[in-house]
């Protein structure tokens, strides 16, 4: 992992928004991005913290890989917030090459969560498997340290519930398939998967005025099936975050009818 992410957590801070004026400046240059000047081992069974939330002590070195979003705002203040959505597509790209950048982006995914781009980061991150197993991770959990399959499953259960519920194969399994289908999904197979989703997303739905219509399938597939494509393509990873949104909005929707 980078020695920007490990340290005190103001230290890391520091070091994250530096890198990502680095990057920011050779982009500038030549439209690249550097590879870290350092990279240091994370020793087997070492803990990674990959969610803020579990970050409680701030004054003890840590690897702190949820600090790459400090990067990403270095990377963005550098080029004056010009152009962000490119840049942050093309430093995820690059970031992807590497184990430790192939799992944040699966574990705390930023801007689209398409099938093809949820895709995309699964695959990339199962490349690294083997050597992604060696640590241990602080997710949303204060107290559990969990294992990569544990980590896989608190945080991308809704991938493997809506493109693979096959309960009981194992969750390398379960993600290959469910990355696979994503990655060669049609619009159709996309409805499906979202609507397999739909149960879940309504049960975190709070204050609908419409509960009733928005959770018939009916009506969830006629308002999906007239969505642009770009809308389309938002939700078509079937992420329960972007379900409920429009779930929300959909809700809104009636209100004004």
């Known amino acids: 992992m980078p020695s920007f992410l490990h340290g005190l957590r103001s230290t890391v801070h520091q070091k994250a928004r530096k890198e990502g004026e680095r990057c920011g400046e050779q982009y500038l240059e030549d439209g690249a991005f550097p590879p870290p000047r350092q990279m240091l081992e994370v020793p087997p069974g070492e803990v990674v913290l990959v969610h803020e939330v579990t970050d409680l002590q701030h004054e003890r070195p840590a690897w702190r890989l949820y600090m790459v979003s400090d990067v990403m705002g270095g990377l963005y203040e550098a080029l004056d917030w010009q152009n962000v959505f490119p840049i942050r597509d093309a430093y995820e790209a690059f970031c992807r090459e590497s184990a430790w950048g192939a799992l944040y982006f699966v574990v705390s995914p930023t801007g689209p969560v398409s099938a093809q781009r949820t895709a995309l980061r699964l695959q990339t991150m199962l490349r690294f498997w083997d050597t992604l197993q060696s640590a241990r991770y602080r997710f949303k959990t204060r107290d559990a340290v969990l294992t990569l ?33 994503m990655a060669r999904a049609t619009r159709e197979d996309s409805i499906e998967a979202i609507l397999r989703q739909m149960p879940r997303a309504l049960n975190f739905a ?8 928005v959770a018939d399938p009916a009506f969830q597939r006629q308002r999906l099936t007239t969505l642009d494509p770009v809308s389309f393509e938002h939700v078509s990873g079937a992420c329960t975050a972007d379900l409920l949104e429009k779930l929300y909005e959909w809700d809104k929707q009636l209100q004004t009818q």
């Open 206 to 213: 709070r204050g609908l005025k419409h509960r009733d219509v």
């Open 149 to 181: 399959e544990e980590l896989i499953k608190a945080s991308c259960d809704w991938a493997m519930d809506a493109w693979c519920p096959v309960a009981d194969a194992s969750v390398h399994m379960r993600l290959e398939m469910a990355a696979n289908r």
